[in-house]
């Protein structure tokens, strides 16, 4: 306990003021005092501080009185944060809401300022959602209906059940690209499987952003890199379509290494179109950008 004793006129004498620390019992004293007013302040950790007054005689010795001190209300400021993963979580969610024209899924495009690193677990949930949307079925069964007029792959024949063989190897290849190339890979090398929106800079810089952005991604630890897990997905999706499509219809490492090439020409395509024109066109985006 802290106890400071002011006597006399204090604006005319600092000299006066005084301090003492009482001992672990709580006594306390104060020698060579002057005569006249003083004021006791009384302050110890955790209790509220307490004055006392009185006038000290000349040759008196004043004892105080027994002082009992009243616990602090504790004011107590608590500072709450969200975690790394919270705040990725809640980006996923504004980002599951991206929509073309309202209703075609944008999910694998950022348009936060501060985009947060993925768990892998946040990487396979988002690979999910985009496999299982009732458009990516409706997109697929376009692209099967495509095929079947052109007669692609026409060792699937025609009919239902050409339709339906060309309806699986389609769905196969878009559900094995986006696991292994926005998933698997990416949690295995480390890698932000999403398009980083630019938005700003003249359209030459951004056009080769978006073209760049094929090859190159940012890693979990916010740096740019080789988009290793984009190159080998693609591969990897390609080699398996091998295994599903009609035997007349492979070629082999030549088919696999065209469909790479086809995937990731595609891919800068989609990012040049994401780059100036899909943020207009996707519901949400504009919301999501204007946060504070």
Sequence with gaps: MKLAVTGGDQSQDQSQNRE????????????????????????????????????????????IPQIALAVAI????????????EVAEAQIKDEEQQRVF??????????DPHPVSLTSKQKFELAWKTSIDPVTFAIVGGIAGIQQADNDFSGYGQGVQGYAKRFGSTYANLFAGTFIGSAILPSLLKQDPRYFYKGTGSVRDRTFYAIAFAVVCK???????????????????????????????RNGAALTFENTAIGIGATAAANIVEEFFIRKLSSNANRVNSKP
Aim: proline share 5%.
């Design 20 to 63: 003492v620390v009482s001992g672990a019992d709580g006594q306390f004293s104060f020698a060579n005092v002057a005569p006249g007013a003083f004021q006791l302040s009384i302050t110890a950790a955790g209790f509220a501080p307490q004055t006392s007054s009185g006038t000290l005689l000349p040759g008196e010795i004043h004892n």
């Design 74 to 85: 504790n004011i107590t400021d608590v500072s709450v944060s969200l975690s790394r993963i």
């Design 102 to 111: 309202g209703f075609i899924p944008n999910f694998y495009v950022t348009y």
């Design 219 to 249: 890693g979990d630890n916010g740096r740019w890199q080789v988009n290793y897990s984009n190159i080998l997905g693609s591969l990897a999706a390609g080699a398996l379509s091998n295994l599903y499509y009609p035997a007349q219809n």
